[in-house]
């Protein structure tokens, strides 16, 4: 009984941004009259926040390594947009050796600012702040104010392509490549949750009853499946949807399963400790914030392509929309907790609200205090919470 | 009747697990010294805690009564209102602030909320020529040495009426000269009336100038002596101190001691802090297999900063000496480097340096290795659990679980976590820095029965404690420290808590000037 009850308690917490998060959207279904959810608008609401998405996973590292954030992605979003402008529109440059050269200067950004934060310890809000103008004025004096546009078909297809229906289905039928990804990782999943269960029994771990199990991954694998036919309903599976998988994926098991992984979290819990464990922390850093260069590269590729053009405006407050997410998602502010998962969930509260406040015409200004209240209810929620829990 | 200032009666305090003071008397008369002696972890700054009320009145039982009025201190601003000033043994002054602001801190010259800097700074002065300093009372606290911002703490108390001063340990931290000064301040002090609590390690310094002594053994109060009614010199103290004979608090074992398994030569060490002070001197040890080497000495000896520069030079700078394992120079220049050669150190303070305390049992077991658990980078979920299972098993971890968080068990029980994680390293010498503060009784007898047992596996441990009795108990050969330096070697037959002390203080009165 005991048992059952803490299980309770702590998934409840664990699962309180998702209920959250299916909150808001009921709310604004309702209020939007059912336009928030029909297929074209939940399509578009993740080509509209993917660069979020992007930068979120990339901030979750940096803020697991202590709280330590980044201010300088929106400028180097920014920068990069400015770059494949160049690259691309002004200098006729291949489109694929272009994109390799924006990842690698994302890559050797994230190496600059983590040099500062890591090896010379300064703090890692002053070293940003002062990425943040950098990369803003290099945008500036490499566009010279102006905007760059139009890209080639083939770079837009980044951000507006979509996977082709390799069964041919009918237009206005469902499509079916997405079906076909939405079956198999349905089925990836079931698979999964079989194999960690039976582990858990194996090392005699409290397991879930069978019938709440069976529960769970009938109730996980069905909106899976929601998802994709919302998904084949409109043109099919985004590519950039296929990018965000990948990333979220990939950095989930990063973070849970592989020794360096383990690394950002024991670093996070107690710096001290993990560098009297033999865990090269400065080294640690660093790499956080190279990763987030390269993060914030992608992300500003696919923010360029989305908008078409490399604008020396875009990008704007994108720092702010990432830590958001993560800190709505459950990360703590002075590091060592947080999930990938989590900042995912915390971007589709932001990027809900965002939409939803749109569909019914609210101005910037409610936008703002409401998702500022949001932000603040959500960190309180979770540190009472925790506070309750001792 | 003597007129007694101070009386604290029956007091007891318990922390989870430990039973800190158990009925405590202590009555201080006016106008006196009284000193306060005792090992460490005797109780002492408990007693003062309560007294100046860190610990408020209600989490501890007994009686306090202060100019004959009965107090319960909720705070310490209660405790300084009634006139009882206490002076840590860290300094508890702004560094960047004056040497006035400091002394008025909380107690600002002001009218009106406008700090009246002309009376501030005139006043400080007043108080600076009471304590006998000539300093600028403009003069940042950052520039003026660790001797005079003493002053400057004990001018702060008096600012504040203070009738009674308690100073814990304050020269545990300065040169011969500058302790001379204090020790001759107290006694001017004394000649205007104020009543004094002396907590002190320097034994000799306490016969120079205590009226009285009070004696605290593991919580309770053993004995007070007067000056002109009992001998009050140094072996009268100590033998005060270490008291009864050492009970069967240690498992039993046969040591089989083999060949040297670690050595280190000629180690030299400087302070990070100020590189010019030399911390570690001309050390060298060896330790064999199979064996337990205590590490012993009062606090700021060096064990410490000993074992964490050997330990991957986690401290200090320009460190030079040679280490020896199986004869062979090893290099030990990182954490990991130490690690990989099999030297493994668990730290003495396991909260702010040894565990992940928001981490899990099990994570915090395989950090310090995960290549065991892990292949091509990745964790083997299960091979990790069956680890941490392990070990909970064997160190009898008692937990509901090996998810359960470090930071919720008890200090025993973490305790076994930082062993199980060491461990878990395979290493060949361990350094245990302090693995028994905090714990309670039958979690030691657990602890050293650990030990023990790596002992027999063939292990080398170096144990390093404060605790006398507890080196004594569990060692095979002992070191002792003082001052950087290694002042005397014993074997167990030949050890004694007498011996010990009397090695400590003899080195401190030849080296004139302890801690520097």
């Not at chain 2, 004959?68 to 840590?88: L, N, P, Q, R, T």
């Not at chain 2, 305790?415 to 009784?441: A, C, H, M, N, Y």
Request: with cysteine.
């Amino acid at each position: 009984m005991e048992s059952i009850k803490t299980m309770f308690k702590n998934n409840l917490r664990q699962y309180a941004m998702l209920i959250a998060l299916v909150f808001i959207m009921a709310l604004f279904q309702i209020l939007t009259k059912g336009i928030l959810l029909v297929p074209m608008n939940v399509t578009n609401l993740i080509l509209q926040n993917a660069y979020v998405f992007i930068l979120a996973i990339g901030m979750t590292l940096c803020i697991l390594t202590g709280g330590n954030i980044d201010l300088s992605v929106g400028s180097v979003v920014a920068f990069i947009g400015a770059l494949c402008g160049n690259f691309i529109i002004t200098m006729h440059m291949n489109l694929s050796v272009s994109l390799v050269f924006a990842l690698v200067i994302g890559l050797m950004i994230g190496a600059w600012q983590g040099f500062w934060i890591a090896y010379v310890r300064i703090p890692a809000f002053i070293v940003t702040l002062a990425g943040q103008l950098l990369f803003r004025g290099l945008t500036l004096f490499m566009l010279k104010g102006l905007t760059l546009g139009p890209f080639p078909d083939r770079f837009q297809l980044i951000s507006s392509g979509f996977v082709p229906d390799i069964l041919r289905a009918p237009k206005g039928s469902l499509n079916g490549t997405t079906m076909i990804a939405g079956v198999i990782f349905a089925a990836i999943y079931i698979i999964s949750q079989i194999g960690r269960r039976s582990s858990h029994r194996r090392n005699g771990f409290d397991v879930t009853p069978f019938a709440a199990f069976i529960a769970q991954i009938a109730l996980v694998a069905a909106a899976i499946l929601v998802i994709a036919i919302w998904i084949a309903r409109y043109k099919g599976l985004p590519i950039i949807f296929i990018i965000i998988g990948i990333l979220i994926l990939g950095y989930s098991f990063f973070t849970k399963r592989t020794v360096p992984g383990r690394y950002l979290y024991a670093m996070g819990g107690n710096e001290k400790a993990a560098q009297l464990s033999g865990i090269n922390t400065n080294k640690v850093l660093f790499l956080a914030y190279v990763n987030m260069g390269v993060l914030a590269a992608v992300a500003g590729i696919a923010f360029t392509s989305r908008l078409n053009a490399a604008s020396p405006q875009s990008g704007q407050n994108f720092e702010l929309d990432a830590i958001a997410a993560c800190f709505i998602g459950g990360a703590s502010a002075y590091g060592g907790v947080g999930t990938i998962i989590g900042a995912i969930i915390g971007a589709l509260v932001m990027g809900v609200l965002n939409n939803g406040m749109s569909i019914l015409g609210m101005g910037s200004d409610v936008q703002q205090i409401v998702k500022g209240l949001v932000l603040l209810i959500a960190v309180a929620f979770d540190v009472i919470s925790k506070k309750k829990a001792r | 009747m003597a007129d007694i200032i101070l009386e604290m009666r029956d007091i007891t305090k318990t922390f989870p697990g430990v039973t800190a003071l158990s009925h405590v008397n202590l009555a201080i008369k006016r106008g006196e010294i009284h000193a306060l002696v005792g090992e460490n972890g005797a109780g002492k700054s408990t007693l003062m805690n309560i007294l100046s009320g860190v610990y408020p009145h209600g989490t501890y039982t007994g009686h306090i009564v202060f100019e004959g009025a009965e107090c319960s201190f909720k705070e310490v601003k209660d405790s300084e209102k009634k006139g009882i000033g206490i002076i840590h043994q860290e300094l508890a002054l702004i560094p960047y602030l004056s040497i006035g602001e400091n002394i008025f801190l909380r107690n600002e010259r002001a009218k009106g909320g406008l700090i009246d800097w002309d009376k501030t700074y005139v006043d400080a002065g007043r108080f600076l020529d009471l304590v006998g300093l000539k300093e600028n009372p403009h003069t940042p606290v950052k520039d003026i040495g660790v001797g005079k911002q003493q002053l400057v703490e004990i001018a702060k108390a008096l600012s504040r009426n203070a009738k009674l001063l308690i100073l814990d340990e304050p020269t545990a931290s300065l040169n011969e000269d500058d302790s001379a000064h204090l020790l001759s301040l107290l006694l001017d002090l004394k000649a205007k009336g104020l009543t004094s609590i002396l907590i002190s390690h320097k034994l000799h310094e306490i016969a120079k100038v205590a009226d009285s002594i009070t004696i605290i053994r593991d919580g309770l109060t053993v004995e007070t002596l007067e000056k002109g009614v009992d001998t009050m010199d140094e072996d009268r103290i100590i033998k005060g101190m270490v008291g009864r004979e050492l009970v069967d608090r240690f498992p039993q074992r046969i040591p089989k001691i083999g060949e040297v398994a670690f050595e280190i030569v000629d180690w030299n060490v400087f302070s990070p802090i100020n590189p010019e002070r030399k911390v570690i001197k001309d050390v060298s040890i060896k330790v064999r297999k199979g064996e337990v080497v205590g590490l012993a000495g009062l606090m700021g000896a060096g064990r410490t900063e000993l074992a964490m520069s050997i330990f991957g030079r986690s401290y200090g700078l320009h460190i030079t000496g040679q280490a020896l394992k199986n004869g062979a120079s090893i290099a030990l220049g990182t954490v990991q480097q130490a690690i990989e050669q099999g030297i493994s150190y668990a730290t003495e303070d396991r909260k702010t340096a040894g565990l992940n305390l928001i981490g899990d049992i099990k994570e915090n077991i395989t950090i310090a290795k995960l290549k065991k658990v892990s292949r091509y980078w990745v964790i083997d979920a299960d091979k990790e659990i069956g680890v941490a299972e392990e070990y909970r098993g064997k160190l009898n971890i008692r937990s509901s679980s090996i998810l359960q968080k470090a930071g919720n068990l008890s200090g025993g029980n973490q305790q076994k976590v930082v062993l199980s994680k060491w461990i878990f390293t395979e290493p060949d010498v361990l350094i245990l820095d302090e693995p028994t503060r905090g714990i309670d009784v039958g979690a030691k007898f657990e602890i050293y029965t650990i030990i023990n047992k790596l002992a027999d596996e063939g292990k080398s441990v170096i144990f390093i404690s404060s605790e006398l009795p507890e080196i004594l108990g569990i060692s095979d050969r002992i070191y002792v420290m003082n001052d950087g330096r290694i002042v005397g070697e014993f074997p167990r037959g030949e050890a004694t808590q007498e011996g010990i002390m009397k090695c400590i203080m003899q080195s401190i009165t030849e080296g004139g000037n302890g801690k520097h």
